[in-house]
């Protein structure tokens, strides 16, 4: 079962930032939260993962709430190539298993 | 460098008969994993290795799938007396050990049951 809850499709403008939201209240202490991203015909692509602090990549940024129910993946200036169905995942440490769920659509508006 | 690569990318059979999905994954991954994602959902777990050894074939749906690496590199996943509920895109990941590292994903192989 999936332990994640995100929005089935989410709209921005081009250039604008996105911020793609993500509940994981049963997540439990050693549980990572990682995000992938795929695009129509694609393997999932890697995005970025965290713990407990907000990480910075080149592709994105993670904020996680202190109480680790939620997260949420910012996307600084979306380009039309953002457009993909993005996966808010927990890797579990217990059995080195991610548990995907169905993941939001991103549209991303010229 | 090059990516992790499956073939066939695409597979169409008829009921009853037996495939084989074949994954080439990074060179030094000592992690793989196959998954299962039917049309518009997420990913499905199949099965994982550490090295050649699969610790965990809990995911596998039914005795007619199976799946081994050899050489801890190319892992090959068999489908026996398909159905079609076996119909979906497979999907393989390699990372650099089985821990908490990104997985890098092929593009897949659409299987299609007649």
């Known amino acids: 079962d999936a332990k994640t809850t995100q929005p089935n499709s989410m709209e921005s403008n081009e250039e604008e930032p996105v911020h793609l939201p993500c509940n994981h209240s049963?997540?439990?202490?050693?549980?990572?939260i990682h995000w992938y991203r795929q695009l129509p015909s694609q393997g999932p692509e890697y995005v970025i993962h965290?713990?407990?602090?907000?990480v910075n990549n080149r592709m994105a940024s993670l904020a996680i709430a202190e109480d680790r129910k939620s997260s949420t993946l910012i996307l600084h200036r979306a380009t039309l190539r953002d457009a993909a169905v993005y996966y808010c995942?927990?890797?579990?440490?217990?059995?080195?298993?991610?548990?995907w769920g169905a993941g939001t659509k991103l549209i991303i508006k010229p | 460098g090059a990516g992790v690569s499956q073939s066939p990318s695409n597979k169409v059979t008829e009921k009853g008969k037996d495939v084989e999905l074949r994954c080439d994954p990074i060179?030094?991954?000592?992690?793989l994993y196959w998954y299962r994602q039917s049309l518009g959902q997420g990913l499905e777990f199949l099965i994982y290795?550490?090295?050649?050894?699969?610790?965990?074939k809990s995911g596998l749906p039914s005795d007619r799938f199976s799946a081994e690496r050899t050489g801890g590199s190319v892992s090959t996943l068999t489908i026996q007396r398909t159905q079609q509920e076996d119909s979906a895109v497979y999907l393989c990941?390699?990372?650099?050990?089985?821990?908490?590292?990104?997985?890098?994903f092929g593009d897949g192989t659409r299987l299609s049951i007649l």
């Open positions: 990941a390699s990372s650099r050990d089985y821990s908490n590292q990104p997985q890098h």
């Open positions: 060179s030094g991954h000592t992690a």
């Open positions: 290795f550490q090295g050649n050894s699969a610790p965990d």
């Open positions: 049963t997540i439990s202490g050693t549980d990572y």
């Open positions: 965290g713990l407990t602090s907000n």
């Open positions: 995942i927990l890797y579990m440490d217990s059995n080195y298993q991610l548990i």
